[in-house]
């Protein structure tokens, strides 16, 4: 019988779930492991993130969490605020998430969690970095090995054969361009039609300011949520830098002729959007220099068919991009890739059979499609239902606000104890090592890559490669 840990994965993308990917085939004994990225270097931007339990419990088994809760805030408490006056809806104490659920609910910077990612990777002798290398196409995705076209920048394109490829290239990934065009289905990109500003105000900056100086040092995350709009706001990187992120009506790139999903921002424009909210949200705003205000695009895509074309598969944003509002997105994706590396270590026969290497990928969407779908619905019922205006749907909401008390459920899904219970309790690497045998019997008996009633994708990679 073959071993797994000769199998050659690929990974396009080097964001959170390529470098995920990476890490988790490592740790997991993978040998041959090559992750394939456009950038020139790996020069971490971005702005703040929550730390979630189910996150955590799988970084503490790669060996990389330690690093990132060391320059984390660890948050007791949220508050829930009305935008306008400031006034507190409600106030969720969470002091107890650690003992609950093994780890802490922690916010940090961007940079660190990718940081402690790709040192991890640093260290595991199997990872090779391809950088200033984008994926041209994929030529085959099977029945045999897959089949991809990289295009360094400065060099004339090559063909790579693997084993395994994954698509960690985000919302405008590539893989999943070909590989729906392989299972001839198709799923566009979508407005969401909201956008945010993504702010980050230094210590040094509010340090002359009392009340300001009080949210940087306290464990709170705050929201600040009016009609169509809300702020989220709370300490990062050692409470050194408190990061604000914003969410309102998408107005700049709705009259966009082009797809960029970036733009410099106005901070006139910026202020204008929030000229109604609470003075203490207002000095912070303007303390944003002219110049420096930045608004990104929240995009999505319709939920998609399959995940899986013979070898190759999708991972985080490239099927399942989400708004930002259960700050699960990397967790998502993280959670991905551990349970990529966990299912293709299981396959029969230790990948050789490639029908049942892919039969084990479709395992992995088996495990995670109706999780991340239910993830992804929440988030954005928690916007619609923050965003409400003034009417008597805001006045029911705002009553439940008002009437919740510890353990009990309230209207922001984020905050919510029962959503929390959910989501921080879930253990991915568990469930696939439990629900494996199970559900990859489903498919032997006949199923076919069968999800969701959808029968296109499992082996059937033998659909010629589509250049994209």
Request: hydrophobic share 40%.
């Amino acid at each position: 019988m073959s071993d797994y840990r000769d199998l050659r994965i690929s990974v396009i993308g080097a964001g959170m779930g390529g470098l995920a990917c990476a890490l988790a085939f490592a740790k997991k004994g993978f040998k041959h492991v090559d992750v394939y990225e456009t950038a020139s270097n790996l020069g971490f931007v971005g702005a703040g993130i929550q730390l979630a339990p189910n996150m955590a419990r799988v970084l503490d088994r790669w060996g990389c969490w330690d690093g990132i809760f060391a320059e984390a805030t660890n948050i007791k408490s949220s508050s829930i605020r009305e935008g306008s006056t400031n006034r507190e809806l409600v106030h969720v104490e969470m002091p107890d998430i650690a003992e609950k659920y093994g780890y802490p609910h922690c916010t940090g910077h961007r940079a660190s969690l990718a940081g402690g990612l790709y040192e991890g990777c640093k260290k595991e002798p199997a990872i090779t970095f391809h950088f200033s290398t984008s994926l041209a196409g994929v030529k085959s995705f099977g029945p045999d090995k897959v089949v991809f076209t990289a295009q360094p920048r400065n060099a004339e394109p090559y063909d790579v054969e693997t084993d395994v490829l994954l698509g960690a290239d985000g919302i405008k990934s590539t893989v999943r361009t070909g590989l729906l065009k392989g299972l001839n289905i198709t799923a566009d990109v979508e407005d969401t039609g909201q956008a945010a500003y993504r702010i980050m105000l230094t210590r040094d900056e509010m340090k002359h300011d009392p009340e300001l100086l009080e949210l940087l040092d306290a464990d709170c995350a705050l929201r600040w949520i009016g009609e169509k709009r809300h702020i989220v706001a709370y300490p990062i990187s050692n409470k050194t830098i408190y990061n604000l992120s914003t969410c309102q009506p998408d107005v700049n790139f709705a009259a966009a002729t082009n797809a960029t999903y970036t733009t410099r921002g106005s901070k006139v424009q910026m202020l204008k959007v929030y000229a109604d909210f609470h003075p203490i949200v207002l000095k912070m705003l303007n303390m944003v220099p002219e110049g420096e205000v930045c608004e990104w695009r929240l995009r999505s895509h319709k939920p998609l068919d399959s995940w899986v074309l013979g070898a190759a598969a999708l991972v985080g944003d490239a099927c399942h991009p989400t708004l930002p509002h259960l700050s699960q997105g990397a967790a998502m994706a993280i959670e991905d890739a551990a349970v990529l590396a966990e299912v293709v270590s299981r396959a029969p026969g230790g990948g050789a059979d490639r029908e049942a290497l892919s039969k084990a990928l479709k395992v992995y969407e088996l495990l995670r499609k109706d999780r991340t779908s239910l993830l992804v619905d929440m988030a954005a019922a928690s916007a619609r239902t923050l965003h409400l205006g003034e009417g008597k749907a805001k006045e029911e909401r705002d009553r439940q606000f008002a009437a919740a008390k510890k353990g009990q459920p309230i209207p922001d899904k984020w905050a919510s104890p029962e959503v929390q219970d959910m989501i921080y309790s879930y253990d991915c690497v568990k469930e696939a090592q439990e629900k494996f045998n199970e559900l990859y019997a489903t498919l032997v008996d006949g199923a076919n890559g069968h999800t969701n009633g959808h029968t296109n994708g499992l082996a059937n990679g033998h659909a010629n490669g589509v250049a994209v």
